[in-house]
């Protein structure tokens, strides 16, 4: 579309390769510690993702524990 795939690519593997080198330390940490993440949508409501959100795999791949992980929405909780 814009003649820019080759920079795209090059761009997307510095970021894969340092995300995968930084999963791969983590993977195997003996303390997770546990991550709470969400954000105000609106007045009176907070929005946090469900246990299988890929929010949870990002925080799992980086060493952590996403607080509702053993939630089986994949989706918004609220």
């Known amino acids: ?3 820019a795939e080759a920079r795209a690519t090059k761009h997307f593997s510095i970021a894969e390769r340092a995300y995968i080198q ?17 954000s105000p949508s609106g007045k009176d409501h907070w929005h946090l ?4 959100n890929y929010m949870a795999g990002l925080i799992y791949d980086a060493g952590g524990r996403y607080f509702w992980h053993r939630d089986e929405i994949a989706g918004s909780l609220v």
């Open 1 to 3: 579309f814009f003649n």
């Open 22 to 38: 930084t999963a791969t330390k983590a993977k195997d940490v003996k303390h997770r510690p546990e991550v709470m993440v969400g």
């Open 49 to 52: 993702n469900g246990g299988r």
